[in-house]
């Protein structure tokens, strides 16, 4: 169903005055790609399912604050959405999701302060548009650090790249990418980077510049984890661009795909979360700052 923002807008009026046949109009036209919004920022179908009712039920209880003037119907569900996200992971914690203030305040360009608590975001790219205008840059560049920069195997980071800010799916990449050499899927995605990031072409390209020098090298010299080295022995002599993605699946791929999925996001938390340790650790030792009135 496809409603003007006219049409919209008296909709979410009657809704607010608690007229419940606009309030069931406006689900069925925005359930769909509101839950859509929900799935791809959380971890199952379930928690998806459970945020998407708290998030109608914010949605009616919060109808007389949407202005038409400042955004569609859609845009406010996303922002309750993205609330009803935080809420409920801040609720029951789980292996993976972090706060962007977490992630920001890594990144040394904010105060100490700043406070986007609402947001909850796990670590992926397409999770920086959800942020205010002035902090996308921010985000994005920190995520493409922490991310592309780490020490997850090459094959692993293009497929997550793909999964998170193209939105393929974990069998469509088999399908379609299987066949091809990593040093095609890496330029590939570093140029879909380049068409939809909010940073510069410059930042970009410097984040990608790790990923981008691995694939001229052995895949023996850039596999750091004795156990990821046995189960690609067979491999190790080769450059890593020359081999194909296919040849990375050692089970049902696609359930592979969002496995790798999962373990670089866990890396590049763990070496947040290091990156904190290690500044905490060095804050202590410092000794503290004195403060002498000026000589008269």
């Known amino acids: 169903m496809n409603l003007s923002r006219e049409a919209e ?28 919004f929900i799935r791809v920022r959380s971890d199952s179908d379930d928690d998806a399912s459970e945020i998407a009712q708290e998030v109608w039920l914010k949605f009616w209880k919060s109808a007389k604050n949407f202005d038409s003037s400042r955004a569609s119907c859609l845009t406010f569900l996303r922002a309750i959405a993205s609330s009803a996200l935080a809420d409920y992971y801040r609720r029951a914690p789980k292996p993976g999701p972090i706060l962007f203030s977490d992630l920001l305040r890594e990144s040394g360009e904010l105060d100490q302060d700043i406070e986007i608590g609402d947001l909850l975001a796990r670590l992926t790219p397409r999770s920086v548009h959800a942020l205010p205008d002035a902090m996308k840059r921010i985000a994005e560049d920190l995520l493409l650090r922490v991310t592309f920069g780490g020490p997850s195997p090459p094959h692993q980071l ?72 046995d189960i690609y022995h067979a491999l190790l002599n080769d450059l890593v661009g020359n081999t194909l993605l296919r040849q990375y699946f050692t089970r049902d791929a696609s359930q592979e795909i969002s496995h790798w999925c999962h373990t670089v996001r866990r890396r590049a938390l763990a070496q947040v979360m290091t990156s904190r340790r290690d500044s905490g650790k060095a804050a202590a030792r410092s000794p503290a700052c004195e403060i002498n009135p000026p000589s008269s």
């Open 9 to 36: 807008a008296d909709l979410v009026a009657q809704a607010a005055e608690g007229g419940e046949d606009a309030f069931r109009r406006l689900h069925d036209a925005y359930e769909k790609p509101v839950y859509g």
């Open 158 to 229: 293009i497929t997550f790249g793909f999964c998170e800010r193209l939105g393929w799916k974990p069998q469509a990449i088999v399908d379609e990418l299987a066949a091809t050499q990593l040093v095609s899927l890496e330029r590939r995605l570093e140029d879909e980077y380049v068409a939809t990031s909010e940073v510069s072409e410059q930042t970009v390209r410097s984040r990608f510049q790790q990923l981008r020098a691995k694939m001229h090298s052995r895949l023996e010299d850039v596999l750091t984890e004795a156990k990821v080295r």
